[in-house]
């Protein structure tokens, strides 16, 4: 059980395009998602917390209107990259916090490359 | 605000050997959860062992141990009879004990199990 899927697994997108990465709780009901950035050979970096319903927390220095985030349900947030440019290019994780809030469940990542 | 340290960017270790990574953390916290995760090439972070702080006895998995001194604020992780499958990046995390809460990784340790 607890299982996280992301899509696409990787995107390949044009500068000036915007790009919609979904995470999904398969079997279970997330009331807390988090996104995470992750450049080569570093730590993850959060990017923000989204909780279901309500509007998501960005961590200082995430730009709210680049990275728009919407926790729609229980079991899906996305994350849509608006305008993208090539230094936004990276890997993108999402997590799900269980139910009983214990630990955090990960998809297996999106890789983005903007030419 | 929590932090936590890895200070080994890199390590290896012989195939069949033992290795120990450091973890150190710094919290004004008494009830939160320590993770080890491992993050291999494919880049799924995997979770390794999961402590409670309130737990003294220290979690074991298999050939995944660790050693968590609470007062010290350590928590290393001993990964017996290495294996080549345990060449990953490994990563420490903290998270409060509460539902919804944030991780907070370390830096990272590049491990290489050398055959």
């Known amino acids: 059980g607890a299982v996280v899927s992301q899509h696409p697994s990787w995107v390949i997108c044009k500068s000036g395009t915007s790009v919609k990465i979904e995470c999904r709780s398969l079997?279970?009901?997330?009331?807390?998602m988090f996104w995470y950035r992750q450049f080569p050979k570093q730590s993850l970096m959060l990017m923000a917390t989204?909780?279901?319903?309500?509007?998501?927390?960005?961590e200082q220095g995430v730009e709210k209107d680049k990275f728009l985030i919407n926790h729609a349900s229980l079991t899906l947030s996305t994350l849509t990259v608006t305008s993208a440019h090539p230094e936004d290019s990276s890997f993108y994780i999402c997590?799900?916090?269980?139910?009983?809030?214990?630990?955090?469940?990960f998809g297996p990542g999106t890789r983005l490359t903007v030419l | 605000a929590q932090t936590v340290t890895q200070s080994q960017p890199e390590m290896s270790v012989q195939e069949a050997e033992t290795v120990t990574l450091s973890c150190t953390y710094d919290t004004s916290e008494n009830n939160y959860y320590l993770f080890w995760y491992k993050q291999p090439p494919s880049r799924q972070m995997i979770l390794v062992i999961r402590?409670?702080?309130?737990?003294?006895q220290n979690a074991t998995e298999n050939r995944f141990s660790v050693n968590f001194q609470k007062a010290a604020k350590s928590f290393s992780l001993k990964i017996s009879d290495s294996q080549l499958g345990d060449t990953a990046m490994y990563f420490c995390?903290?998270?409060?004990?509460?539902?919804?809460?944030?991780?907070?990784f370390g830096t990272g340790t590049s491990l290489t199990v050398i055959p």
């Open positions: 989204s909780n279901e319903g309500s509007k998501a927390t960005y």
């Open positions: 995390a903290f998270m409060k004990r509460r539902t919804g809460n944030q991780f907070y």
């Open positions: 402590q409670e702080a309130y737990k003294q």
């Open positions: 079997d279970f009901q997330a009331t807390t």
């Open positions: 997590s799900a916090s269980g139910p009983i809030g214990d630990t955090q469940y």
